[in-house]
């Protein structure tokens, strides 16, 4: 195993240890349960939105499986607001819909992987490592692009710009001065 791979267990196995399963079905959530408790996690059940969302405030989970078909509310109301609250927490669907317009709106609510019942489970028990890290990798390592593709300058005046490199070289009037400045071609 290389340095780089040890370096990568070590982070995934920092990140997820507390996991809440959202899951409405007793036999299900039981299951999810005894196996993910078998595998050294700790695991919190809420079998509605209410209490996902309780636990998920009082326990702050690193990790959520969630269930779409709940009373009350759907999963995709309960992730969109998780991920509202806390948006580097990892969560993976876990449901019997199996339609390419639910794992594009679990996509577009937040979710960051999604699996349909019934399920491997050593396919769920590898995808938790590897989802955990590459949220924690998004969260920590990848820098917003927008911020890493501009650059500053000022004007004579003291304003400060800050603007895209595809417009180096171009002109703009500065809003407090009113002088034109060329946009330096370099830092």
């Known amino acids: 195993m290389s340095s780089e791979e040890t370096f990568n267990s070590r982070l995934t196995g920092s990140i997820a240890h507390q996991i809440l399963v959202v899951e409405d079905d007793v036999d299900t959530a039981e299951f999810l349960k005894v196996l993910l408790e078998e595998h050294g996690y700790r695991v ?50 876990l449901t019997g819909i ?10 577009r609510v937040g979710a960051d992987d999604y699996l349909t019942k019934p399920f491997d489970t050593e396919l769920l028990l590898e995808k938790i490592p590897y989802i955990a890290q590459k949220v924690w990798e998004k969260s920590h390592l990848d820098k917003p692009k927008k911020e890493e593709d501009r650059f500053r300058f000022s004007c004579v005046c003291g304003k400060r710009f800050k603007v895209s490199p595809k417009h180096r070289g171009k002109t703009l009037t500065c809003s407090d001065c009113g002088e034109t400045i060329l946009i330096p071609r370099h830092d």
């Open 98 to 107: 199996d339609s390419e317009e639910s794992r594009d709106l679990a996509t």
């Open 44 to 93: 919190t059940i809420a079998k509605d939105g209410g209490q996902a969302q309780s636990s998920f405030v009082m326990r702050k989970p690193d990790f959520v499986i969630l269930d779409l078909i709940l009373p009350g509310e759907s999963g995709f109301e309960i992730c969109e607001r998780m991920k509202q609250w806390e948006k580097n927490v990892p969560i993976i669907v």
